[in-house]
C-alpha cells in the first residue's frame, strides 16, 4: 500500500473531535447563525479587554505627564530617585507575572482581569497621596505588582473564545487600546493639570485620582460584562445570567474546538514543578537577554 493510499485510509476513518462528554462535534449551524454569534462575542468581549487595556496604559504612563507639573519637587525627590521607581515599576511586573497567569488559569479571565482593573486602578488612585521617596517607590511598585499579567491574560482570553485565524485579527485589536491610551494620555493630561489649585491641591493630584478613578469605574464594567469561559459564560457581578444563549454557545464553543481540539482539553492543575520550570525558563531568557 504506497503512501498516498494510507494517508487517504487514515484520514477517512479518523476520529472527529470530541467534546468532554465523548460526543463528536460536528457542523451543524448557518453562516448566518454563526455571523450573529460571532457579531455578539465581538461586541461583548473585544470592548471591554481593550477597555481594561487602554486603562492599564493610562496607569502606567500617567507618571511621565505627571512630572511636568513639578511632581518631583513637590514629594521631594530627585530625577534618580524617580528613575528607581520606574525600575521597580518593571521588577514588580516581572516578578509577579508568572502567579498572575497561573491565577488567572485557575479563577478565570472574568474574576481575575477584574479584580486587576480594581486593583492597579486602586493603586493609580493612591499615587496621588504619596508625599516622600518611600511612598513614590512603594506605589510604582505596587502598581507594576498588581499590573502584571493583564496583557497575557488578556491575549489568553481572546485564544479560548476564537479560532485561532480570528485570533490574529483580534489581538490587533486588542492592542488598539495600548495605542488609543498612548496617544490621548497626554491630551488628557493637558487638561486636567491645568486643575492645579483647585481643592488647594496640584494638577497631578487631579491627574492620578481622575485616571484611577476612571480604571476603577471601568473594572465595575468588566465585572459586569466580561465572561469567564463557556463553561461559565456569565460576568462576575452577575453570576446566574448567562451573556449568551445556549445556541450560541453550542456555535462558538463547537466552532473553537472544530478548529483546535486540544482547547476542549480537561485543565490541567498547575503545580510547584511547573512553577519552577517556568520561572527557570523565564531566567534563561532574562540572562541571555541582558548578556
Known amino acids: 500500500m504506497s503512501v498516498d493510499v494510507k494517508s487517504a485510509v487514515s484520514d477517512e476513518y479518523k476520529s472527529p473531535p470530541e467534546d468532554e462528554q465523548g460526543l463528536a462535534l460536528r457542523h451543524d449551524w448557518t453562516p448566518e447563525e454563526e455571523s450573529r454569534a460571532k457579531r455578539k462575542l465581538d461586541f461583548i468581549i473585544m470592548p471591554l479587554l481593550t477597555l481594561g487595556f487602554f486603562c492599564l496604559q493610562l496607569d502606567r504612563g500617567n507618571i511621565s505627564n505627571a512630572i511636568t507639573d513639578n511632581m518631583l519637587e513637590d514629594i521631594g525627590i530627585t530625577q534618580n530617585q524617580f528613575n528607581v521607581g520606574q525600575q521597580l515599576l518593571s521588577l514588580g511586573i516581572v516578578l509577579f507575572e508568572i502567579p498572575s497567569n497561573m491565577i488567572l488559569y485557575r479563577v478565570g479571565p472574568g474574576k481575575w482581569l477584574t ?46 473564545w476564537y479560532t485561532r485565524k480570528e485570533t490574529a485579527k483580534r489581538v490587533m485589536f486588542f492592542y488598539f487600546g495600548n495605542q488609543f491610551g498612548q496617544a490621548s494620555s497626554k491630551l488628557l493630561a493637558y487638561g486636567i493639570l491645568h486643575m492645579r489649585g483647585v481643592g488647594g491641591k496640584a494638577g497631578w493630584f487631579w491627574l492620578f485620582v481622575l485616571m484611577g478613578i476612571f480604571t476603577i469605574t471601568s473594572g465595575i464594567i468588566l465585572g459586569l460584562f466580561l465572561p469567564d469561559s463557556f463553561k461559565k459564560p456569565y460576568s462576575t457581578f452577575i453570576p446566574k445570567r448567562s451573556l449568551f444563549t445556549e445556541r450560541e454557545l453550542h456555535i462558538l464553543r463547537t466552532r473553537v474546538l472544530l478548529d483546535d481540539p486540544m482547547k476542549g482539553k480537561k485543565k490541567k492543575r498547575i503545580g510547584l514543578p511547573a512553577f519552577k520550570k517556568a520561572v527557570k525558563l523565564a531566567t534563561f531568557t532574562w540572562v541571555r537577554t541582558l548578556c
Open 115 to 160: 479584580l486587576q482593573l480594581f486593583l492597579f486602578g486602586t493603586v493609580s488612585t493612591f499615587q496621588a497621596w504619596q508625599n516622600s521617596y518611600g511612598s513614590y517607590i512603594a506605589s510604582r511598585f505596587l502598581l507594576g505588582m498588581t499590573e502584571s499579567g493583564f496583557i497575557p491574560g488578556g491575549l489568553w482570553t481572546l485564544s479560548t
